[in-house]
């Protein structure tokens, strides 16, 4: 009999989500998506009339060519009060703030009334990242994605963060889970509950928050921490976490974590070290001392990827829509690979420069605009804008191509 009447409450429920969506133009369908303390997430289609009245919404489906969504309702009535007053809002802010960025789920729209909020979201369908690293690592038969992923996924990661720590917004809760991927294999970061303004460039935050296995070891010790360190902290661990398929450091109390954490990774055989000299930079114990952004994005472990898609688009855009370069952009004689030529050295963090100094600079009298959202598209870090403000930086123009981006 409880059973029934907790069924038959359910069920009224979520007829009355329906109806208040389909009041909002939404039609919602009853395919549940996930689930968070205080909500569920359902996917949910766009009616043509509700395109029509937000443009936001309107441009972006139009360019996935559907009219799916996710939205994540929240009940009120069972959330605390201090989630509905304060985190809510700040999620909500954050979102906003972080408006619009390829691997930053969007937020579309909100409504709501005196016993729900709906979030309208932008569908990531694909799952997190947490399962797609197990589900990986069962198709190998071994831990971990490959390195080359890895790296692709680095770079949309890190340029989702950067674009938070640039709108002001510190995100505090960055784990595998909070990382979906979508049915274009773009990761987009999503669950801004803990995210805060960043504030005054040095102001310090004081609370706890995410989850103690990405935690920052300043938060764990309660001291007063810079939420931008405390994430990149966090980046270090999801890090870790995909190219080992597993985490860093694991154990429930803080101070045997700390413990941990004074001694430092280990790395799984076979992990090149590069890769290792990145995380080991991120996983300081001392915030100033771990990797900055900018830093990150110019490590050596992270500019191959870039370096040959750049080569890749490059000989390709050539090819079907630019002039032909001058004469000093072909590759070297010497090259094995189309790549090998022009690849920097490796160069282990802190910043040691490859023998012979940077390559040099060249150009070929083209501005390549086209190109620039070619390539920002192909490494998945959204728009040429947000690929060039997070390489507006020395290693991008040190490398081969960089003139695509000047
Ligand atoms: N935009 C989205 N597209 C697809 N799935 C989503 C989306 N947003 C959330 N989800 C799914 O719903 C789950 C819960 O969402 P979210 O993490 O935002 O809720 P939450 O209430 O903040 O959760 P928690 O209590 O774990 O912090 C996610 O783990 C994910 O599986």
Redesign the pocket.
């Known amino acids: 009999m409880k059973g029934n009447g907790r069924r038959k409450l359910d069920q009224q429920n979520f007829m009355e989500q329906v109806q208040e969506c389909k009041d909002n133009g939404y039609l919602l369908s009853s395919k549940k ?7 569920k ?1 359902y996917l949910a289609y766009a009616t043509h009339e509700r395109m029509q009245h937000n443009s936001k919404l309107a441009s972006d489906l139009r360019g996935k060519r559907h009219t799916m969504v ?1 939205i ?1 309702i ?1 009940s009120i009535a069972k959330a605390p009060v201090e989630f509905s007053r304060k985190f809510l809002p700040r ?1 909500i802010s954050s979102l906003n703030a972080t408006y619009k960025h390829l691997n930053v ?1 969007q937020l579309y729209e909100t409504y709501q009334n005196s016993q729900r909020s709906y979030l309208v ?5 694909r ?2 990242l947490l399962e797609h690293i197990n589900a990986v690592s069962d198709h190998r038969c071994c831990p971990g994605l490959e390195e080359e992923e890895a790296r692709r996924l680095s770079w949309q990661l890190v340029s989702a963060v950067a674009h938070c720590h640039n709108s002001g917004i510190v995100h505090r ?1 960055l784990k595998c ?2 990382i ?1 991927l ?1 049915d274009r294999g773009f990761l ?1 970061l ?2 801004f ?1 803990f995210a805060n303004r960043s504030g005054l460039k040095n102001s310090l935050l004081s609370t706890f928050c995410g989850s103690v296995a990405y935690t920052a070891p300043e938060i764990l010790m309660s001291k007063k921490y810079n939420g931008e360190q405390a994430d990149l902290w966090s980046l270090g661990v999801i890090l870790y976490a995909m190219v080992s398929g597993k985490l860093p450091f694991k154990e429930r109390q803080p101070h045997r974590m700390l413990q941990l954490m004074r001694r430092g990774p280990t790395f799984p055989p076979g992990l090149s070290p590069e890769c290792q000299d990145l995380i080991r930079g991120l996983l300081q114990l001392r915030p100033r001392a771990r990797l900055g952004l900018q830093q990150v994005a110019t490590h050596c472990w992270m500019l191959p990827a870039a370096h040959a898609l750049f080569r890749t688009v490059l000989v390709s855009a050539l090819e079907s829509q630019l002039p032909a370069p001058m004469d000093d952009a072909e590759p070297s004689e010497d090259s094995e690979h189309p790549a090998a030529g022009h690849l920097p050295r490796p160069r282990l963090w802190p910043g040691a420069r490859a023998p012979g100094g940077p390559p040099e600079r060249r150009n070929v009298g083209f501005s390549g605009l086209g190109l620039r959202s070619t390539v920002a598209a192909s490494l998945g870090i959204g728009t040429s804008r947000q690929l060039l403000s997070l390489c507006s930086m020395s290693a991008i123009r040190n490398m081969p191509g960089h003139y695509l981006l000047n």
């Open positions: 998506i996930g689930s968070g303390a205080f909500s997430v996710a994540k929240i999620e789920v979201l932008e569908l990531a369908a799952g997190d809760d889970e909070n979906l979508d987009k999503t669950d509950g």
